[in-house]
């Protein structure tokens, strides 16, 4: 599905180191591996323990979990939208994302120079969102010179895209994001065919000190009033004690330092987890003696739609899908069980796939 999560944020706020431990995640499992596609881009596995469930039980030849693509994306500074530092670069490269990881420092270190020489997490993001809000007005104006053009000759269309566009740009000349403005179904589409920065989905992620990484700190409470109103999930992590994490060699110290820090796992499996939510996506199961698998699909999927991740052909033949609940295949313990249990589904082409399914598709080409 190819959905990509951009990791943005200042100079120096941990954003690399970050995606470095993300792209070690595979000493997390050998079943949740990591590729490079270039230097800034990775495709992370998606940490779920039903996977591991679902391997017990059936036990399969081989395992494969879905994934996620993270880009780390320049370190953006004061002017970008304007082409300032890496601007021209940043500003590229988060239009190619579907969704924003925002980290932001929430640590005191005086051997790690702040680029604007004071920790202050809320300023940090009002910078960035300042220098998004700034090139999505600049691509908006745009848009309304283009449409006002159009609507001289009545076209219909064209109004409604202007109406939209014009309460985006007042709603931007406000200091607000794109995303704060509530919009309906039919609106949301015109919307994204805009193409701005600042309607994708954001998470925050506050990076913390070791003292910090279990309940935060005062930083990370700032973070939190300051974006109250955003719909916004709110993530703290230690990108410094994941990558000493990340250094030990066995499982058994890997859970015994998080034990002592009195974490019950990784950061990074929960940042996978929240990036994976936040691009709206969830998860269905095949389940066969040669493989468990699980497979990426937006929510809201219809039966054959999911066929047709699979492949082409399942979802241009479709006739039915058979479903187990994944709870239900736990609770029995097989097909034949859930079958016998009478939890067994018949569904057709108008059936939205529910998160966790098991499915086996007929179709004929």
Request: net charge negative; charged share 30%; glycine share 8%.
């Given at each position: 599905m190819?959905?990509?999560?951009g990791?943005?944020?200042?100079?120096?706020?941990?954003?690399?180191?970050?995606?470095?431990?993300l792209?070690?995640a595979?000493?997390?499992?050998?079943?949740?591996p990591f590729c490079?596609?270039?230097?800034?881009?990775?495709?992370?596995s998606?940490?779920d323990?039903?996977?591991?469930?679902?391997?017990?039980?059936?036990?399969?030849?081989?395992?494969?979990?879905?994934?996620?693509?993270?880009?780390d994306?320049?370190g953006?500074?004061?002017g970008?939208?304007?082409g300032?530092?890496l601007?021209?670069?940043?500003?590229?490269?988060?239009?190619?994302?579907?969704?924003?990881?925002?980290?932001?420092?929430?640590f005191d270190?005086?051997?790690?120079?702040?680029?604007?020489?004071?920790?202050?997490?809320?300023?940090?993001?009002?910078?960035?969102?300042?220098?998004?809000?700034?090139?999505?007005?600049?691509?908006?104006?745009?848009?309304?010179?283009s449409?006002?053009?159009?609507?001289?000759?009545?076209?219909?269309?064209?109004?409604k895209?202007h109406e939209?566009?014009?309460?985006?740009?007042?709603?931007l000349?406000?200091g607000?994001?794109?995303?704060?403005?509530?919009?309906?179904?039919?609106?949301?589409?015109?919307?994204?065919?805009?193409?701005?920065?600042?309607?994708?989905?954001?998470?925050?992620?506050?990076?913390?000190?070791e003292?910090?990484?279990?309940?935060?700190?005062?930083?990370?409470?700032?973070?939190?009033?300051?974006?109250?109103?955003?719909?916004?999930?709110?993530?703290?992590?230690?990108?410094?004690i994941?990558?000493?994490?990340?250094?030990?060699?066995?499982?058994d110290?890997?859970?015994?330092?998080?034990?002592?820090?009195?974490?019950e796992?990784?950061?990074?499996?929960r940042?996978?987890?929240?990036?994976?939510?936040?691009?709206?996506?969830?998860?269905f199961?095949?389940?066969?003696?040669?493989?468990?698998r699980?497979?990426?699909?937006?929510?809201?999927?219809?039966?054959?739609?999911?066929a047709?991740?699979?492949?082409?052909?399942?979802?241009?033949?479709?006739?039915?899908?058979?479903?187990?609940?994944?709870e239900?295949?736990?609770?029995?313990?097989?097909?034949?069980?859930?079958?016998?249990?009478?939890?067994?589904?018949?569904?057709?082409?108008?059936?939205m796939?529910?998160?966790?399914?098991?499915?086996?598709?007929?179709?004929?080409?």
């Amino acid at each position: 599905m190819a959905l990509k999560c951009g990791i943005v944020g200042l100079p120096n706020v941990g954003k690399s180191t970050l995606f470095n431990c993300l792209s070690n995640a595979k000493a997390q499992s050998a079943n949740y591996p990591f590729c490079t596609i270039e230097p800034n881009v990775g495709t992370i596995s998606v940490p779920d323990k039903r996977l591991e469930k679902l391997e017990q039980l059936a036990r399969p030849q081989k395992v494969i979990p879905t994934t996620i693509e993270i880009v780390d994306i320049a370190g953006l500074v004061k002017g970008a939208s304007k082409g300032e530092g890496l601007g021209n670069q940043f500003l590229a490269n988060i239009k190619e994302t579907d969704a924003i990881i925002h980290v932001l420092r929430c640590f005191d270190d005086g051997n790690v120079v702040h680029v604007d020489g004071s920790v202050d997490p809320v300023r940090d993001k009002e910078i960035i969102d300042t220098e998004l809000q700034l090139k999505d007005l600049e691509t908006i104006e745009k848009r309304i010179n283009s449409l006002t053009r159009v609507i001289k000759s009545g076209d219909k269309d064209a109004l409604k895209e202007h109406e939209l566009a014009t309460k985006i740009k007042t709603t931007l000349e406000e200091g607000k994001s794109v995303r704060t403005i509530d919009f309906d179904n039919e609106d949301l589409k015109i919307v994204k065919s805009f193409q701005l920065i600042t309607s994708k989905p954001v998470l925050y992620l506050c990076n913390v000190d070791e003292a910090s990484v279990k309940d935060g700190n005062t930083y990370v409470e700032a973070v939190k009033e300051a974006v109250k109103n955003e719909d916004a999930e709110v993530l703290i992590i230690g990108a410094a004690i994941e990558a000493d994490i990340m250094e030990l060699e066995t499982y058994d110290e890997r859970q015994l330092f998080l034990g002592e820090l009195g974490l019950e796992e990784v950061g990074v499996n929960r940042l996978i987890r929240s990036a994976y939510k936040l691009l709206n996506l969830e998860t269905f199961f095949t389940v066969g003696e040669k493989e468990v698998r699980a497979w990426t699909i937006k929510r809201g999927t219809t039966a054959p739609q999911a066929a047709g991740v699979i492949h082409t052909d399942f979802e241009k033949g479709f006739i039915r899908a058979e479903v187990i609940s994944y709870e239900d295949f736990v609770k029995y313990g097989s097909e034949a069980a859930v079958k016998e249990a009478g939890k067994f589904r018949i569904e057709g082409k108008e059936y939205m796939v529910q998160d966790g399914d098991i499915m086996h598709f007929r179709f004929n080409v």
